[in-house]
Antibody
Framework: EVQLVESGGGLVQPGESLRLSCAASGFTFSDHYMDWVRQAPGKGLEWVGRIRKKTNSYTTEYAASVKGRFTVSRDDSKNSLYLQMSSLRIEDTAVYHC??????????????WGQGTLVTVSS | DIQLTQSPSFLSASVGDRVTITCRASQDISTYLAWYQQKPRKAPKLLIYAASTLQSGVTSRFSGSGSGTELTLTISSLQPEDFATYYCQQLKAYPLTFGGGTKVEIK
C-alpha cells in the first residue's frame, strides 16, 4: 500500500525558511518522479515542483511563483522527498502535498497524494 | 503558461443526474489532461488520465472525453459519494497547471 507522510509544517514569519519532508513507502521510491502540490486555505490546487529520478539526473522543475526560493530534493536511501522553502511570503500559506508520480501512457501523472502538511506564513 | 478554465465553477445537482464539467485550455494540450476528485479535508484522487482513461479502481460512472482545447468530465448518474470538488490538470507543458475547480453539491 502506497503511503506518503508529510511533516515539517508550522507557523513561520515572512522571510523565514522551512523544510518539509515526505516519507514514502509501499513502492520503489527511487524509480519514480515526485512532486509537491499546494493548496491555500479554501482555494484550488497549485503545482509547486518536481524532481525526476536518478536516471534523469535528478533534474527539477518549478512553478514560477516559487522558482529561486524553493528547492525540491530527495534521498533515495531514505525513501524521502524534501521541499526547502526560503524567503517565505504570506501567499505561501497552504497545505503542501507530496505526490507520487507514475508514468502512464509514457506521461508522468500525479497518481497518489499524501494528506499534506500545513505551512502558515504570518507575522 | 497554459491556463485551464473550468466551467461551471459550482454545480447543484440531484442523485441520479448526469453531470458534465468542461475544462478549456488556453492552447492545444492534445489529451495531456488529468481529472481529480477532492472531498473536504482529503487529498485529491486521480480519476482519469490521458483525457479519457479511467484510473484503476475508479467507477465507470466517470468518463472523460475531448482533446485539444476543450475537454470534459462526465458523471453518468450522480451518486451521494460523488459530491466533491473536481479539478482538471494539464501535463502538456511546464509549469503544470490546474483548473480552478468545480464544486458539485446536492440540490
Amino acid at each position: 500500500e502506497v503511503q506518503l507522510v508529510e511533516s515539517g509544517g508550522g507557523l513561520v514569519q515572512p522571510g523565514e525558511s522551512l523544510r518539509l519532508s515526505c516519507a514514502a513507502s509501499g513502492f520503489t521510491f527511487s524509480d519514480h518522479y515526485m512532486d509537491w502540490v499546494r493548496q491555500a486555505p479554501g482555494k484550488g490546487l497549485e503545482w509547486v515542483g518536481r524532481i525526476r529520478k536518478k536516471t534523469n539526473s535528478y533534474t527539477t522543475e518549478y512553478a514560477a511563483s516559487v522558482k529561486g526560493r524553493f528547492t525540491v530534493s530527495r534521498d533515495d536511501s531514505k525513501n524521502s522527498l524534501y521541499l526547502q522553502m526560503s524567503s517565505l511570503r504570506i501567499e505561501d500559506t497552504a497545505v503542501y502535498h507530496c505526490v507520487y508520480v507514475v508514468m502512464l501512457t509514457s506521461i508522468p501523472y500525479l497518481v497518489f497524494w499524501g494528506q499534506g502538511t500545513l505551512v502558515t506564513v504570518s507575522s | 503558461d497554459i491556463q485551464l478554465t473550468q466551467s461551471p465553477s459550482f454545480l447543484s445537482a440531484s442523485v441520479g443526474d448526469r453531470v458534465t464539467i468542461t475544462c478549456r485550455a488556453s492552447q492545444d494540450i492534445s489529451t495531456y489532461l488529468a481529472w481529480y476528485q477532492q472531498k473536504p479535508r482529503k487529498a485529491p484522487k486521480l480519476l482519469i488520465y490521458a483525457a479519457s482513461t479511467l484510473q484503476s479502481g475508479v467507477t465507470s460512472r466517470f468518463s472523460g472525453s475531448g482533446s485539444g482545447t476543450e475537454l470534459t468530465l462526465t458523471i453518468s448518474s450522480l451518486q451521494p459519494e460523488d459530491f466533491a470538488t473536481y479539478y482538471c490538470q494539464q501535463l502538456k507543458a511546464y509549469p503544470l497547471t490546474f483548473g480552478g475547480g468545480t464544486k458539485v453539491e446536492i440540490k
